[in-house]
């Protein structure tokens, strides 16, 4: 009788709250936790049946309650837990609530329990008015937009200073349950973070979030450290964030302050209190950071207009003088009548340019020409192979492609670099920062060392699994979609979709460009029970793709722990697919789960690749093309690819290109990408060789 007793209680604290309001107040809509409310935190919190604790001393059971260890001395069902859940949430139900009625705030039941779910392990500590969440909500939250929202909300994610996995997927879902009323959502996948350790100084946020494949633009400038100079954010190996980098991983750096060592080659110069100035560089033109960084070193500077003049065309004179000192070169005096003639008889003694190449110095250079000095100087041989750009095939701009000094610009889907055009003021200061900047790439050959390096471990390499053959170097991204820029092969662009992106418009998915389409037919719970469900959507999608005259595959998403459920899974895909003609594979779709608990939690190499092979083998008999589907942990630390060799590959990883070292035939390269017709964000994908 004691939970009752509690409940009783609570609630009658409740409604007697409620009726001390005054009338103005009462029109603020107030709520308790919904179903699904609970059934996310629950999911979240995991369930344990026996009491367990905390580094603190803290006592807790079930779905995260604390308790007194003596009182459940055998333990409690997950019915029990469920009870004792509800009681605890009852008080942040009240907190959230009064919240909601002292400022005025009218929300959605979504975006309460939202709240809640927060509430459970934070306490009422976001709840100040100072904090960006509570502000946000105060100031009317309509007025931000998602990328705001989701740091203010993910920005609780910590442990001491550092952020943990689990909270940062935890607090990423709760934003988009709060933003979309998605309790089932992805929106771990579809963020990075970098963590900044201020090492002495202070920084408003210590772990920024930002979407995946985006640019971080301007980092932070943290303040304090006794005044000393703030130098940049550097990696553990040493290398510096710019801002222009993309946000694929995520990423932890350190305040370099003046009196350290970097590790890097860049210069230490005073940025915090660099101000700006030119009239026309703004904090949002793409060459900003470069401008900044060669500024306060004194190597650039600009008009007695006040103006910088980025897309000013440089003279060969200026270009050499900023090219031999960006590469270690002292300050040359002139050889002749002309002020850069001693940066030209430099060039030519290094090998950069031939004697009498360059006859006016007041000329522009071509770009072709810079790439060949910048290289020579740096010690950067001319190298073989695939040229990434459209309109050059030259073995120096190539090296500098590779070493991250090029970039080039895309367009429809190929890169170009122009080599014939001269180069401007704020293309060069780019050059000049990233060789300032750049480490040698040190090259680990899988193929000779034996060994493929992933994460903190080393994989002996597999004899009989064929390595990758594709040139990642020609991949180009042009909005959403990958380009493969290889006359060698003909590539096709797809999508995969669930219920998750739910009703779909496929006319005009393929009037976009949509090639194929790999469409979940169903999935197996992750829980003890593991029931298999046939995916709500799969049938009018299967319908649709075809009408709409693309090609399509299916994928089931398994949690199978033995053989005789991976032949369960293919069974239950045959009888849905009910002879059904597809152009593009079966796939056998095993991941782990991170939460609490998942049935496959320990599932050892020998049986998971036994599953696979069973799956594979039985929508074989049937006539269908197997495939499977791994990411670089499953592929390198979970399967024996040895025992996959008969079956083709789809791979995931999103990021600008592919690391995999073995063969793939699709890749997946975004959970983010955008498609007309389809309301929600969409995972893409190439594939090398289509069906």
Same mark, same amino acid.
């Not at 959230?96 to 927060?118: E, G, H, K, P, W």
């Given at each position: 009788?004691? @939970? ?13 709250? $409620? ?146 996995? =689990? $909270? ?13 009323? /998605?309790?089932?959502?992805?929106? &771990? ?11 002495? %100084? ?63 080659? %860049? ?70 009548? =002309? ?7 430099? &060039? ?6 031939? @004697? ?60 170009? +670099? ?47 699994? @064929?390595?990758? @053959? ?6 180009? $991204? ?21 219920? =998750? ?110 599953? &696979? ?45 592919? /690391?995999? +070292? ?30």
């Amino acid at each position: 009788m004691k @939970p009752i007793k509690k409940i009783t209680s609570l609630c009658l604290c409740v409604v007697l709250v $409620l009726t001390l309001l005054p009338a103005a107040a009462l029109a603020v809509q107030t709520y308790t936790t919904s179903p699904s409310g609970v059934a996310m935190i629950e999911k979240f919190e995991g369930f344990r049946n026996m009491p367990y604790s905390d580094d603190k001393g803290n006592w807790y059971i079930g779905y995260g309650s604390q308790c007194n260890p003596a009182d459940y001395p055998f333990g409690i069902t997950e019915a029990q837990a469920d009870v004792l859940l509800r009681q605890d949430l009852a008080s942040k139900e009240e907190a959230v609530n009064r919240l909601l009625v002292d400022y005025n705030i009218s929300v959605t039941q979504y975006q309460f329990d939202a709240m809640v779910s927060m509430t459970y392990t934070l306490g009422t500590q976001w709840m100040n008015p100072t904090y960006r969440f509570c502000g946000y909500l105060i100031r009317g939250i309509q007025n931000y937009s998602e990328v705001e929202v989701v740091n203010a909300i993910a920005t609780w994610c910590h442990s001491g200073d550092d952020p943990l996995d =689990h $909270l940062v997927e935890r607090r990423l879902q709760e934003a988009y349950l709060f933003l979309y009323g /998605t309790y089932e959502n992805d929106a &771990a996948q579809r963020y990075r973070y970098i963590h900044f350790d201020p090492n002495g %100084g202070d920084v408003e946020n210590k772990t920024v979030f930002y979407p995946i494949g985006t640019a971080y633009g301007q980092l932070p400038t943290p303040t304090g450290n006794g005044g000393r100079t703030f130098l940049g954010w550097y990696t553990s190996d040493g290398t510096k964030l710019t801002g222009q980098e993309l946000a694929m991983e995520n990423v932890w750096v350190t305040a370099k302050w003046d009196g350290e060592s970097s590790g890097s080659s %860049g210069s230490d110069i005073d940025l915090s209190g660099w101000v700006n100035p030119y009239s026309d560089v703004k904090e949002t033109d793409w060459y900003f950071t470069y401008v900044r960084e060669l500024s306060a070193k004194g190597v650039v500077g600009g008009y007695p207009d006040g103006t910088f003049q980025g897309t000013g065309t440089l003279t060969a004179g200026e270009a050499l003088k900023l090219i031999m000192l960006a590469t270690g070169n002292k300050e040359q005096a002139p050889t002749g009548s =002309h002020w850069a003639s001693g940066y030209l008889t430099l &060039a030519e003694s290094l090998g950069c340019v031939a @004697p009498g190449e360059i006859q006016n110095l007041d000329s522009p250079i071509s770009r072709l020409t810079i790439a060949r000095v910048a290289a020579v100087a740096m010690g950067i041989s001319a190298r073989t192979g695939a040229s990434p750009f459209a309109d050059v095939d030259d073995g120096y701009t190539l090296a500098l492609y590779e070493e991250g000094i090029l970039n080039g610009t895309v367009v429809g889907g190929k890169r170009y +670099y122009y080599p014939n055009e001269g180069i401007n003021r704020a293309e060069v200061c780019a050059i000049v920062s990233r060789i300032n900047n750049w480490k040698p790439t040190v090259k680990n050959d899988p193929a000779q060392s034996g060994y493929i390096s992933y994460g903190n471990k080393y994989y002996p390499v597999l004899p009989n699994v @064929p390595a990758c @053959p594709y040139n990642t170097n020609l991949l180009v $991204l042009d909005g959403s979609r990958m380009y493969y820029n290889d006359p060698g092969y003909t590539t096709a662009f797809g999508i995969d979709v669930s219920s =998750h992106q739910k009703e779909i418009d496929w006319q005009k998915v393929a009037a976009s460009g949509v090639e194929f389409a790999i469409i979940r037919l169903g999935y197996r719970g992750y829980g003890s029970e593991g029931t298999v469900n046939l995916d709500p959507y799969f049938k009018q999608n299967l319908a649709g793709a075809k009408a709409a005259g693309l090609k399509v595959g299916v994928y089931f998403f398994s949690q199978a722990i033995t053989t005789q459920e991976a032949a369960e899974e293919a069974q239950f895909v045959l009888t849905n697919l009910a002879g059904a003609q597809l152009d593009y594979p079966v796939v056998y779709d095993w991941e782990p789960i991170s939460g609490v608990g998942a049935r496959t939690d320990g599932l050892d190499s020998v049986t998971l690749t036994d599953c &696979a092979i069973t799956f594979c083998e039985t929508v074989s008999q049937a006539g269908y093309t197997p495939m499977v589907y791994y990411n670089n942990p499953v592929g390198y630390g979970r399967y024996d690819l040895s025992r996959l060799t008969a079956y083709d590959v789809w791979f995931a990883q999103y990021a600008s290109k592919p /690391t995999m +070292y073995y063969n793939y035939r699709i890749w997946q390269y975004t959970s983010s990408g955008k498609v007309p017709g389809i309301s929600t964000k969409v995972d893409m994908n190439i594939a090398f060789i289509p069906y």
